[in-house]
C-alpha cells in the first residue's frame, strides 16, 4: 500500500510541476486533501500566493492536509468559528459552498 501511495504521490508531483509552469497561475485557492500538497508546494517555491480552505466536513479537528499548508499559506480560512482555536491565525468565513 505504502509503496502505492508514494508512487502515486510522485506521479501527481510531476504532473503539477508540469501544469504550474505552463500555466504560471499566480494564486492556487484549494480545499486540499493529499493531492493539492504538491501542487501547494511547488506554487509556494514558484512565487503563488496559497489560499487554503479548511473542509467543512471537520468542525473540531484539523485534517492532515490542513496542519502541513497552514505553515505557509498566505491565506488560510475555516467554515467552523471552532476551528479558529486549531487555526488561530486562521480567517473565519462560515461555510463556503
Given at each position: 500500500?505504502?509503496?502505492?501511495?508514494?508512487?502515486?504521490?510522485t506521479l501527481n508531483t510531476l504532473k503539477s510541476l508540469g501544469i504550474f509552469l505552463k500555466v504560471r497561475p499566480k494564486a492556487i485557492v484549494t480545499t486540499g486533501a493529499h493531492t493539492a500538497m504538491?501542487?501547494?508546494i511547488i506554487g509556494k517555491l514558484l512565487g503563488?500566493?496559497?489560499i487554503?480552505?479548511?473542509?467543512?466536513?471537520n468542525v473540531y479537528a484539523p485534517t492532515g492536509t490542513g496542519r502541513f499548508v497552514y505553515k505557509f499559506a498566505d491565506k488560510f480560512i475555516v467554515q467552523w468559528e471552532e476551528m479558529k482555536e486549531v487555526y488561530?491565525?486562521?480567517?473565519?468565513?462560515?461555510g463556503v459552498f
Open positions: 500500500y505504502m509503496f502505492k501511495y508514494i508512487c502515486k504521490v504538491p501542487m501547494c503563488a500566493k496559497i487554503f480552505i479548511e473542509t467543512y466536513a488561530e491565525d486562521s480567517i473565519y468565513l462560515g
